[in-house]
């Protein structure tokens, strides 16, 4: 195939990276510890550890996983946290130490939670307090489930007295910590003093050995850890930042990471940064507007990551326009499309424009991007990153030509090997000719720019968030009240999507609260529904009986149906 977007690259960038600068991801973190050790590296909430204090700290907790634990090569860590500076100590350590990072959404329901835990293996975690309840859960129901807890709070890596009066306000004064009792559990710092008497064992690591199992839903709805390789990570490091390295400086440069690190857009733009000595400051709560414009005032930041539904909030909230923005450099946007008045919003507003790039879990995740010399908003995803291969392909594999739909399809080093023990997931997700199908709808122009125009799955996109219908399906259909449900996306100002169920009914009784609530208890918020349609006549099917979703989408909405406030 021809890689007609090279000549529309812009200056200075080259059609392949160095795969090999780096062994693996803990070559790139001493690399970078050694060469910015007195810069900050990570700030939160007012507090900063610096590369020196990350290498050591990172350095401890890996030696406490290999001593105290006796982990081995491989075995997977469980990480279950917001974004603060607890979350890279353990991911390093994790890594420095030979092991397997297993990043998990905080706000998981406990059946999501047992499921993750399950599937790959685990044998320790790494959670925030506030969070140990739904833990808790999880092991009262399952005794045999062996699992080294250690439990972090949230001011934990912050100076003494600030450590202490943040712990007291989150735990006593605003009460964000359910009650939990487990036994056995140790304390984030009691580890890091555990690791420092103790020595650290080297661990060969290559570009084959695993760095990551990054859950996400498929096509299935079913949670399937996409392995993520120390040299998948390696690759993806290097096509970024060969993007981007005309634009910024290696140690002087400030990024804003609202976006949790447990996704695997803000865990690849850390390490992206931290690769060239970036001070990354990490946003906890963006939904609290108030504490992150602060932030942002607070810090002369020179980047920004976000989906488009924060950049949107972000214009929506007066108090922006305080904030300056005269050092913005680089604003990049993923997860879900920017919408046009967005983008121009926030161009009027900051004169940068918002670079649209586009990835899947499965390619680690950066695939295509627009370049850094856009000027305005291009409606297009961009072109492939070096050493990476699109094409737009039929349902028979066959290659289309300019300008015709198919579906997107990525070949390159940042390619997941497949999905942890699933190979019939695996099996279905690539070609013959080992291309990674998107499951996105699109097509190349003639200058080599890709432009996404539907979905082939039914998948819904929250805030940037996959959600599955097939399980949001399961989950009302476990209601007693229920005969047929089928979930789908709806458009939404706010999050780009809602989910919305169709639901017919076998209790006349059964109510729009009832549903809801039943709903809260099985899923995390993004996914529960914000639109309840309910139905007397029976869903629309195929001649096998599977339910037609897309007619229930192309449907206008009948008057009775509800929205969840």
Request: charged content about 20%; proline content about 6%; hydrophobic content about 45%.
């Given at each position: 195939?021809?890689?007609?977007?090279?000549?529309?690259?812009?200056?200075?960038?080259?059609?392949?990276?160095?795969?090999?600068?780096?062994?693996?991801?803990?070559?790139?973190?001493?690399?970078?510890?050694?060469?910015?050790?007195?810069?900050?590296?990570?700030?939160?909430?007012?507090?900063?550890?610096?590369?020196?204090?990350?290498?050591?700290?990172?350095?401890?907790?890996?030696?406490?996983?290999?001593?105290?634990?006796?982990?081995?090569?491989?075995?997977?860590?469980?990480?279950?946290?917001?974004?603060?500076?607890?979350?890279?100590?353990?991911?390093?350590?994790?890594?420095?130490?030979?092991?397997?990072?297993?990043?998990?959404?905080?706000?998981?329901?406990?059946?999501?939670l047992e499921h993750q835990l399950k599937?790959?293996?685990?044998?320790?975690?790494?959670?925030?307090?506030?969070?140990?309840?739904?833990?808790?859960?999880?092991?009262?129901?399952?005794?045999?489930?062996?699992?080294?807890?250690?439990?972090?709070?949230?001011?934990?890596?912050?100076?003494?007295?600030?450590?202490?009066?943040?712990?007291?306000?989150?735990?006593?004064?605003?009460?964000?910590?359910?009650?939990?009792?487990?036994?056995?559990?140790?304390?984030?710092?009691?580890?890091?003093?555990?690791?420092?008497?103790?020595?650290?064992?080297?661990?060969?690591?290559?570009?084959?050995?695993?760095?990551?199992?990054?859950?996400?839903?498929?096509?299935?709805?079913?949670?399937?850890?996409?392995?993520?390789?120390?040299?998948?990570?390696?690759?993806?490091?290097?096509?970024?930042?060969?993007?981007?390295?005309?634009?910024?400086?290696?140690?002087?440069?400030?990024?804003?990471?609202?976006?949790?690190?447990y996704h695997v857009f803000a865990l690849?733009?850390?390490?992206?940064?931290?690769?060239?000595?970036?001070?990354?400051?990490?946003?906890?709560?963006?939904?609290?507007?108030?504490?992150?414009?602060?932030?942002?005032?607070?810090?002369?930041?020179?980047?920004?990551?976000?989906?488009?539904?924060?950049?949107?909030?972000?214009?929506?909230?007066?108090?922006?326009?305080?904030?300056?923005?005269?050092?913005?450099?680089?604003?990049?946007?993923?997860?879900?499309?920017?919408?046009?008045?967005?983008?121009?919003?926030?161009?009027?507003?900051?004169?940068?424009?918002?670079?649209?790039?586009?990835?899947?879990?499965?390619?680690?995740?950066?695939?295509?991007?627009?370049?850094?010399?856009?000027?305005?908003?291009?409606?297009?995803?961009?072109?492939?990153?070096?050493?990476?291969?699109?094409?737009?392909?039929?349902?028979?594999?066959?290659?289309?030509?300019?300008?015709?739909?198919?579906?997107?399809?990525?070949?390159?080093?940042?390619?997941?090997?497949?999905?942890?023990?699933?190979?019939?997931?695996?099996?279905?997700?690539?070609?013959?000719?080992?291309?990674?199908?998107?499951?996105?709808?699109?097509?190349?122009?003639?200058?080599?720019?890709?432009?996404?125009?539907?979905?082939?799955?039914?998948?819904?996109?929250?805030?940037?968030?996959?959600?599955?219908?097939?399980?949001?399906?399961?989950?009302?259909?476990?209601?007693?009240?229920?005969?047929?449900?089928?979930?789908?996306?709806?458009?939404?100002?706010?999050?780009?999507?809602?989910?919305?169920?169709?639901?017919?009914?076998?209790?006349?009784?059964?109510?729009?609260?009832?549903?809801?609530?039943?709903?809260?208890?099985?899923?995390?918020?993004?996914?529960?529904?914000?639109i309840v349609e309910f139905r007397t006549?029976?869903?629309?099917?195929?001649?096998?009986?599977?339910?037609?979703?897309?007619?229930?989408?192309?449907?206008?909405?009948?008057?009775?149906?509800?929205?969840?406030?």
């Amino acid at each position: 195939m021809e890689k007609i977007w090279l000549k529309n690259y812009p200056p200075g960038i080259a059609a392949e990276v160095e795969l090999h600068e780096f062994a693996s991801l803990r070559d790139v973190l001493r690399h970078s510890c050694d060469r910015f050790a007195p810069l900050p590296a990570y700030s939160n909430m007012g507090a900063s550890i610096t590369y020196a204090e990350l290498d050591q700290a990172s350095r401890d907790f890996a030696a406490y996983l290999q001593n105290t634990l006796g982990l081995n090569k491989g075995e997977r860590v469980a990480i279950m946290s917001p974004n603060l500076l607890q979350y890279p100590v353990a991911l390093f350590g994790v890594l420095r130490a030979g092991l397997v990072v297993v990043n998990v959404n905080p706000q998981y329901t406990a059946p999501e939670l047992e499921h993750q835990l399950k599937d790959s293996g685990a044998v320790a975690i790494v959670v925030l307090e506030n969070f140990a309840h739904t833990l808790q859960l999880v092991l009262e129901k399952n005794p045999t489930l062996h699992l080294t807890v250690i439990t972090t709070e949230v001011g934990d890596m912050f100076p003494v007295v600030k450590e202490l009066l943040t712990n007291v306000v989150v735990k006593y004064v605003k009460k964000m910590v359910p009650q939990w009792k487990i036994d056995g559990a140790t304390e984030f710092n009691a580890a890091l003093r555990a690791g420092r008497a103790q020595p650290l064992h080297h661990v060969p690591l290559s570009h084959a050995d695993i760095a990551f199992l990054q859950y996400t839903g498929g096509t299935t709805g079913v949670a399937k850890g996409a392995v993520l390789t120390h040299g998948n990570m390696v690759a993806n490091l290097q096509q970024v930042g060969a993007w981007i390295a005309h634009d910024l400086l290696d140690g002087k440069e400030t990024l804003v990471c609202p976006l949790p690190l447990y996704h695997v857009f803000a865990l690849n733009s850390s390490l992206v940064f931290m690769k060239i000595g970036a001070h990354t400051i990490l946003i906890t709560n963006p939904r609290d507007m108030h504490a992150f414009i602060h932030d942002l005032k607070k810090y002369r930041f020179t980047a920004i990551i976000g989906v488009n539904t924060l950049y949107r909030a972000l214009l929506d909230t007066p108090e922006f326009a305080e904030v300056d923005t005269h050092g913005l450099k680089v604003v990049c946007a993923g997860g879900m499309a920017v919408q046009r008045v967005v983008a121009e919003r926030w161009k009027k507003a900051t004169g940068v424009p918002i670079i649209e790039a586009y990835g899947l879990t499965e390619t680690s995740p950066g695939a295509i991007c627009n370049p850094l010399n856009i000027t305005d908003w291009t409606g297009t995803i961009g072109m492939p990153f070096p050493s990476t291969q699109a094409a737009v392909l039929d349902d028979s594999d066959n290659e289309l030509p300019i300008g015709e739909v198919g579906e997107i399809c990525i070949r390159g080093p940042q390619v997941m090997p497949g999905y942890w023990n699933r190979p019939d997931e695996t099996a279905k997700v690539f070609t013959r000719d080992e291309w990674l199908r998107t499951g996105d709808m699109g097509f190349m122009d003639e200058r080599g720019y890709f432009k996404i125009t539907d979905r082939k799955k039914d998948m819904i996109v929250v805030s940037g968030f996959k959600v599955f219908p097939n399980q949001i399906e399961d989950v009302v259909a476990m209601h007693p009240g229920v005969a047929e449900v089928a979930a789908i996306g709806v458009p939404d100002e706010k999050s780009g999507e809602v989910v919305k169920i169709v639901v017919v009914k076998s209790d006349p009784a059964l109510t729009q609260d009832a549903l809801i609530a039943h709903c809260r208890q099985h899923l995390t918020d993004y996914k529960v529904p914000k639109i309840v349609e309910f139905r007397t006549e029976p869903l629309p099917k195929t001649n096998l009986g599977k339910i037609l979703r897309r007619q229930l989408r192309e449907a206008p909405a009948p008057a009775a149906a509800g929205l969840v406030s």
